[in-house]
């Protein structure tokens, strides 16, 4: 059976809290994130890892989560934790549930086993089979090599997310701050290749692609200056880790006011001109600019950001009389 439309849904901020940590799961539900995903995976100690399952599915099916994307990271297809990490998770609380995602994803097998292992466990529940999306993290070379492969290997698939620490420690990175420039790579950014690589796979495949983490929790500067990075690329968002993240995020994510505004007139001019009662042409003017179809894909873009993230229109454009 094939999955349902995938709507992509607004992820500026995407909050992780440890599945272990009853307080903060608690205190998550009043956060302003975009996004929370509850973990299994390395915020959780091995010997806690079984009991996190249960505080999820706990708080999952009896927590006020509001409209947020709801999502859980299980452990990886290496470890001896996943394959009951998916089956109590979504058995206990798959109602409730809009993702898991996966981490350390290297092949496109990988994602297709837990497509596999998902509508095993919706079957047999009874639950909307291929309802739950996939988010799959890449935190290695090899990942990295086969993305478009692993985007592409079920309808599933919602988001792309990149590891900087794993991936960091895999490609032999000489540096121990998560996200910054290693020493010695004073030109550029050392990451650059690494985002694209993954934007244009996201992209290609209609995907959100989201920034991982910052560690330096209470370096907030920091924080805006890497989420920036990748904002103006295109990303989607970026993990949070602490709290006060949570509000830049939500703004380094969407678009300024102005800009959201201008974008939201070029749609509204574009497509009165381009009517037969605003004389059908291709190319007009706006004030002083000249917009055309590349003019209104590019708006589109915008507007798409700003919508989601609920802003509100300033300047309304009006047609001429």
Not at 102 to 108: E, N, R
Not at 214 to 236: E, M, T
């Amino acid at each position: 059976m094939p999955a349902p439309a995938r709507e992509l849904r607004a992820r500026r901020s995407c909050h992780a809290v440890p599945g272990s940590n009853p307080r903060f799961l608690e205190k998550a539900q009043g956060l302003d994130s975009d996004q929370v995903f509850l973990d299994l995976e390395d915020s959780v100690a091995p010997v806690a890892k079984e009991g996190a399952r249960a505080n999820i599915v706990e708080v999952l099916t009896t927590g006020e989560w509001g409209d947020r994307v709801r999502t859980v990271r299980v452990n990886d297809w290496t470890t001896r934790w996943t394959y009951r990490d998916v089956i109590e998770v979504v058995e206990g609380a798959g109602a409730h549930l809009d993702c898991l995602m996966l981490p350390k994803v290297q092949t496109a097998e990988q994602v297709a086993a837990l497509d596999l292992l998902l509508t095993q466990v919706e079957t047999a529940m009874g639950h909307e089979v291929g309802r739950i999306g996939i988010e799959a993290q890449i935190e290695n070379a090899l990942g990295l090599v086969n993305v478009d492969a692993i985007a592409t290997a079920s309808p599933r698939v919602e988001t792309i997310i990149f590891g900087p620490a794993d991936f960091m420690a895999s490609i032999n990175m000489k540096s121990l701050v998560v996200g910054e420039q290693p020493p010695g790579y004073d030109v550029g950014d050392a990451y650059h290749y690494i985002l694209m690589r993954l934007l244009m796979a996201a992209r290609a495949h209609d995907l959100q692609v989201i920034d991982g983490p910052y560690l330096q929790i209470r370096d907030l500067d920091g924080f805006r200056r890497v989420a920036g990075r990748s904002a103006a690329l295109g990303f989607d968002g970026k993990w949070t880790l602490h709290p006060s993240q949570i509000e830049v995020a939500n703004e380094v994510y969407s678009p300024l006011q102005a800009d959201y505004d201008h974008a939201e007139n070029i749609l509204d001019a574009y497509a009165y001109h381009t009517s037969e009662r605003g004389g059908a042409t291709g190319a007009v003017m706006l004030g002083d600019e000249m917009i055309d179809e590349a003019s209104r894909k590019m708006a589109l873009v915008i507007s798409g950001k700003g919508r989601a993230a609920g802003m509100s229109r300033g300047e309304v454009w009006t047609p001429p009389e």
